[in-house]
């Protein structure tokens, strides 16, 4: 099981595990019975393209029945489009079968709040403790819920989609969807776009025949051969739920996910003429200077994103995400959305007339030193770095600024081990920082 974050249970993500091994149907009932319990009235349900995908959602829906819940069946469909569809239906809840990035094998249980926005870390708590306690709401005969099927979920996201961007010219794009869930979505949306489309892994797969669901550059060869041979304007790829998307420039070359999150804050901070910019404390320093330099201003939190999403909505924040192709654009759903990311991309393209080449390059850079230690003793670390580190960022571990540069220090939630980043505009300072970070960790835990 992926633990930690909440609990026991739920991790970072919702619920994940090994399909029938360390996440069984007998779980899935019994998460259905929790979320029946917790939110009533009608909830929502939708499933990536695994194959163990059906087998779980129909036990959750048989446990969210059990309780008296309705449940309303969107079908296959990126995590954005069902945050999307609870958002503007009258659903008080909805419930994600997927595991996202993760190797085939695996599937996972995510809920979603009434507005679309994951369930926050508490929520995922109390949700823990009821499907602990097994003090389910059981309904009476008459009263146990329904299972409707609305085959418009898709569609709603999709016009919602289209509907947000405009543009002036026509593009060409290849797209690798990685036979997730995008492949339902992503395609369409750029043909609705006025879209050339080049198609890569296109065809809804749960074996995943062609690249893990996690769209690493290193797995990405044949969309940056695709994007060259079609003459593509840029190439786009999908994790396996489509909330992600990571590009290819013009020229075939893959752009760093911190540099496509920093060109996209700068986009909406110029959109909105300043505001606030959320994430996380691990993302690169260039999303700042991005964000300042359009005249805008960053907020730092803790790493995942549902307190992502909880602090662009206490903030009012114009953008928000994470530098693992998670892009969250708050007007139309505070979630990470790879089909709307797309659409903003062509936007970009379309309004600074530049290839996506250029505005890259116009982002600053900075070279990257991650590595990670051993470390039991996560409480005593944490305390070590307030008292050594006064002056840093403590949201989440320690981050400490420097002129030039910076160095995260960070207990993993779900390993024993201590994960360090440095960064810095060159090698040598992101390499001397990187060693500041491992003599603190030592010092402190001796
Ligand atoms: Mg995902």
Redesign the pocket.
């Known amino acids: 099981m992926r633990a930690g974050g909440a609990g026991e249970l739920f991790g970072t993500n919702g619920v994940r595990g090994i399909a029938n091994s360390e996440l069984t149907a007998d779980m899935a009932l019994n998460l259905g019975r929790t979320i029946g319990t917790l939110r009533q009235g009608k909830i929502a349900i939708a499933c990536d393209t695994r194959i163990s995908s059906s087998m779980l959602k129909s036990a959750v829906s048989a446990g969210i029945m059990s309780t008296g819940s309705d449940v309303v069946d969107i079908g296959i469909a990126p995590?954005p489009a069902l945050q999307y569809y609870v958002k503007e239906t009258d659903c008080s809840a909805g419930v994600i079968v997927?595991a996202?990035?993760n190797p085939r094998e695996y599937n996972g249980i995510k809920f979603v709040q009434e507005n679309g926005v994951e369930f926050y870390r508490e929520m995922d708590e109390e949700s823990e403790r009821v499907y602990m306690s097994k003090k389910f709401r059981i309904a009476e005969w008459s009263e146990v819920g329904q299972l409707y099927q609305d085959n418009s979920g898709l569609r709603k996201y999709i016009e919602a989609i289209i509907n947000s961007v405009e543009l002036d010219k026509s593009y060409r794009v290849a797209v690798d969807c990685g036979n997730g869930a995008g492949c339902f979505t992503t395609p369409e949306i750029l043909k609705e776009l006025g879209c050339d489309v080049y198609g890569i892994n296109c065809n809804p797969d749960g074996r995943f025949p062609a690249r893990n669901p996690e769209p690493v550059e290193a797995s990405l060869d044949l969309l940056k051969k695709a994007v060259v041979d079609f003459r593509a304007d840029f190439g786009v790829a999908h994790?396996?739920?489509?909330?992600?998307a990571v590009f290819v420039d013009e020229k075939g070359n893959f752009v760093n996910e911190d540099v496509m999150l920093a060109l996209m804050a700068k986009h909406y901070v110029e959109k909105n003429g300043g505001g606030l910019v959320v994430t996380p404390v691990s993302s690169s320093k260039c999303v700042e200077d991005a964000v300042k330099m359009a005249g805008g201003e960053i907020i730092y939190t803790a790493v995942g994103s549902p307190v992502v999403a909880k602090v662009m909505i206490e903030k009012k924040a114009v953008f928000g995400g994470e530098g693992n192709g998670?892009l969250i654009f708050p007007e139309h759903l505070i979630a990470?959305d790879g089909g709307m990311s797309v659409a903003k991309v062509l936007e970009l393209l379309d309004e600074k007339r530049k290839r996506l080449s250029e505005l890259a390059a116009e982002i600053p850079r900075y070279h990257i030193v991650k590595g990670k230690v051993e470390c039991r003793e996560k409480k005593r670390l944490l305390e070590g770095l307030k008292e050594e580190f006064p002056e840093a960022n403590h949201i989440d571990g320690a981050r400490i600024d420097f002129e030039d540069g910076w160095v995260l220090i960070r207990p993993s939630g779900t390993e024993p081990i201590a994960r360090v980043y440095a960064e810095a505009k060159t090698e040598d300072r992101a390499r001397e920082l990187y060693e500041l970070g491992l003599r603190a960790i030592k010092k402190i835990l001796g």
Do not use: I, N, V, Y
């Open positions: 995590t997927t996202s990035h994790d396996g739920d489509a909330d992600r998670g990470r």
